[in-house]
């Protein structure tokens, strides 16, 4: 894939991630709009993406759900744009290549050899996303 023109005018080559816990197929579509698999499930409008194999493997551990995490091989079908969930002061630049889109993505392919994180790290990055919301903050949706 040629690099990919973000909404802020700068370029990423990919390849690009989605974890979840979805089972999908070659040539599916991610769209938004549809409940999100983070925070409440609220209607999620936008579809997320990562060009590091590390953010995917958290979106697959992390996503609702009881079926196994997956990681999927994805494009774009339109711009992109850094995540605002993940790029702020915390994070200056993006270092997790994380980025959303209100178009699709079109699965190409699945990522088979990942391993996840240890127990100790998945709870205490459970443990922050808990206090996050009794702290009453939400992902940016908007």
Partial sequence: MTALLQGNGSLDSGPFYH????DLKLGD???P?????????NKANYIYLTATLDAAIWGAE???GDLPGRIYRVEPTGIIED???LTDKKFPGNPTR????RQPLRVVGEVLDWKGHSPE???????H??????????????
Avoid at 33 to 41: A, M, P, Q, R
Avoid at 121 to 127: A, F, G, I, T, V
């Fill in 19 to 22: 974890g979840t816990k979805a």
């Fill in 29 to 31: 579509l991610l769209e």
């Fill in 33 to 41: 709009g549809h409940g999100s698999n983070y925070g409440e499930g």
């Fill in 62 to 64: 992390l996503a609702v």
């Fill in 83 to 85: 995540d605002p969930n």
């Fill in 98 to 101: 994380s980025y959303r889109t």
């Fill in 121 to 127: 790290d998945l709870q205490k990055m459970r443990d």
């Fill in 129 to 142: 996303l808990d206090e996050l919301k009794r702290l009453g903050i939400e992902a940016i949706n908007d």
